[in-house]
């Protein structure tokens, strides 16, 4: 891959921990096997319905990658054609974000998308308006998950503000991306504020699609 060759174009990320770690909140109302086929299929349903949008946006504006070091979750990621970013296993989300946004921004990326790969029940239409959503690099947007998380950024590269993930995140962003002399915006997209992190998470994820009972596919 060449610098160049990414001019103008975005990169999505994932981060991901390996599923076997995953959903460690989840542990009242599951098995270990449980979780781990929970967050491997959380994340090949948020690949595929970003795959989707991607195929509705003109030409080959933006590219998908994993940023992790799980081998499961590489392997997952190369069968689909997603590039692997190694983050070296960080500790914190944050750092995980930073390698992914370092990455990027030397392979020439114009901006960067952040998506966790929990979500409940994304809507194609709301991650084709996410990416397609304009964007100069004295902007930044923040979609809001439903406890004032972020589940969802659109960055400029290379990005100008650190990385504020935890608790009330959108409002650390906020001011952190604001700091750095950005107009941030709010960008409110129903679909995305919901991941799976705990029980209630786990009922909204079964009503909206009742095949992805764990407790029954579980092996």
């Given at each position: 891959m060449t610098?160049?060759a990414?001019?103008?174009?975005?990169?999505?990320v994932?981060?991901?921990?390996?599923?076997?770690?995953?959903?460690?909140?989840?542990?009242v109302?599951?098995?270990?096997q449980?979780r781990?086929?929970?967050?491997?299929?959380?994340?090949?349903?948020?690949v595929?319905k970003?795959?989707?949008?991607?195929?509705?946006?003109p030409?080959d504006?933006v590219d998908?990658?994993v940023?992790?070091?799980s081998?499961?979750?590489?392997r997952?990621?190369?069968?689909?054609?997603?590039?692997?970013?190694?983050d070296?296993?960080?500790?914190?989300l944050?750092?995980?974000?930073?390698?992914a946004a370092?990455?990027?921004a030397?392979?020439?990326?114009?901006?960067l998308c952040v998506?966790?790969?929990?979500?409940?029940?994304?809507a194609?239409e709301?991650?084709?308006?996410?990416?397609a959503?304009?964007?100069?690099?004295a902007?930044?947007?923040?979609c809001?998950?439903?406890?004032?998380?972020?589940n969802?950024?659109?960055a400029?590269?290379p990005?100008p503000f650190?990385?504020?993930y935890?608790?009330?995140?959108?409002?650390?962003?906020?001011?952190?991306a604001?700091?750095?002399g950005l107009?941030a915006?709010v960008?409110?997209?129903t679909?995305l504020?919901i991941d799976?992190?705990?029980?209630?998470?786990?009922?909204h994820?079964?009503?909206?699609?009742?095949?992805?009972l764990?407790?029954?596919g579980a092996?």
């Amino acid at each position: 891959m060449t610098r160049g060759a990414n001019s103008g174009k975005r990169l999505a990320v994932i981060p991901m921990k390996d599923p076997s770690k995953a959903k460690t909140r989840l542990a009242v109302a599951l098995t270990p096997q449980e979780r781990k086929v929970l967050a491997e299929g959380l994340f090949q349903a948020t690949v595929a319905k970003l795959q989707e949008a991607l195929a509705r946006l003109p030409g080959d504006a933006v590219d998908i990658a994993v940023v992790s070091n799980s081998p499961v979750i590489s392997r997952i990621a190369r069968q689909v054609g997603l590039f692997c970013i190694d983050d070296q296993d960080p500790g914190s989300l944050s750092l995980a974000v930073e390698a992914a946004a370092g990455w990027a921004a030397q392979q020439g990326y114009a901006a960067l998308c952040v998506l966790p790969g929990d979500l409940a029940a994304p809507a194609v239409e709301d991650f084709t308006r996410l990416l397609a959503h304009p964007l100069d690099e004295a902007s930044a947007v923040f979609c809001p998950a439903k406890d004032l998380g972020t589940n969802a950024l659109l960055a400029p590269l290379p990005c100008p503000f650190p990385f504020r993930y935890g608790p009330k995140s959108l409002i650390a962003h906020l001011q952190a991306a604001e700091a750095a002399g950005l107009c941030a915006k709010v960008l409110p997209l129903t679909s995305l504020r919901i991941d799976v992190d705990t029980a209630e998470d786990l009922d909204h994820l079964l009503a909206h699609n009742p095949q992805a009972l764990v407790r029954e596919g579980a092996q």
